[in-house]
């Protein structure tokens, strides 16, 4: 009764087929001719076919063996196939890793970033989720992103952050706003009400602009909140207070407001780049690695203060 081959088996038929020699082919499978002579004979009888015929030159395929060759050789490529694609999957080199991203980082970091990480890793794909920070950790923990970029403080202890650099704030201000120059003291702005991140949503620069005023010492009455960067605009070229935000956004031209530079030292919101506690994956650690020395070129002032 036939009984299944192996892929020893396999290998073995494939390299006696290739070289023409029971000899050659141990000498290229680094084993004696007895056991390659054994593989072969034991392929045959699963098979119930003869695959070799002596000649009067050595050993030639029969009719079965030339057929059994192509399948053959096919097969054992597939496997190893198979197999380099599961190890570089396991060791992630393959596949796909989700990105939760915060809205600045479009603007700076994640071009360079991408850029880089294709170089080193053509066969992963970066799928990019645009979220806020708060929603970020929440997907991180139930797992449904990898990596995030975003805006601290946070609260988790299942959620690493590695800090990249700080985001210079800036003032936006109606476009009427009675102050010629383009750069603005924070204390500057205390009588004016403040447009800010509605809880949940830009948390991160929110926390930001409590602390940056309370630096310049005053507490701001935030008059008006916000569920997006278009809507706080809005509400600032209406009129509706004063805002502070990333230094990105001044790159956007918004109409009926103005972006003016903060003379404070340390009003400026931290990007960082945040895993699962544990994360062990190749891949993810090479995302982090790049996204620090991106980080560096971008800003390498803050990366020389930080010693």
Do not use: K, W
Not at 78 to 88: E, H, V
Not at 291 to 298: I, M, N
């Amino acid at each position: 009764m036939a009984s299944d081959f192996t892929f020893h088996q396999l290998r073995s038929f494939v390299a006696v087929a290739e070289e023409g020699s029971y000899r050659r082919a141990a000498e290229r499978l680094n084993i004696s001719q007895p056991p390659l002579s054994r593989q072969v004979g034991s392929l045959e009888r699963s098979l119930g076919a003869e695959l070799f015929e002596r000649t009067g030159r050595g050993i030639s395929l029969t009719a079965a063996g030339e057929v059994f060759l192509i399948e053959a050789s096919a097969l054992i490529a597939s496997a190893d196939r198979a197999r380099n694609l599961a190890r570089d999957a396991h060791l992630g080199r393959v596949g796909s890793i989700r990105v939760g991203y915060a809205e600045p980082a479009a603007f700076d970091v994640l071009p360079h970033v991408l850029g880089r990480f294709r170089e080193a890793y053509p066969r992963v794909d970066l799928e990019l989720h645009e979220m806020h920070s708060h929603e970020a950790v929440r997907q991180l923990e139930q797992r449904t992103i990898d990596v995030a970029y975003l805006r601290p403080p946070i609260d988790s202890l299942q959620v690493a952050l590695t800090m990249l650099h700080p985001d210079p704030l800036m003032a936006v201000v109606p476009q009427f706003f009675e102050h010629a120059e383009t750069e603005i003291l924070l204390s500057e702005l205390r009588d004016q009400p403040f447009v800010t991140y509605a809880p949940g949503m830009g948390a991160g620069i929110s926390s930001s602009t409590l602390q940056a005023c309370a630096a310049a010492g005053f507490s701001p009455r935030i008059t008006h909140t916000a569920t997006s960067t278009p809507m706080l605009m809005s509400l600032v070229a209406g009129g509706g207070g004063v805002a502070l935000v990333s230094h990105q956004f001044s790159q956007i031209p918004y109409l009926g407001v103005r972006f003016l530079a903060l003379r404070d030292d340390r009003a400026e919101s931290y990007l960082a780049f945040g895993t699962r506690v544990g994360e062990t994956l190749p891949s993810i650690r090479q995302l982090r690695e790049i996204s620090l020395e991106v980080s560096r070129d971008l800003y390498p002032a803050a990366h020389r203060e930080d010693g």
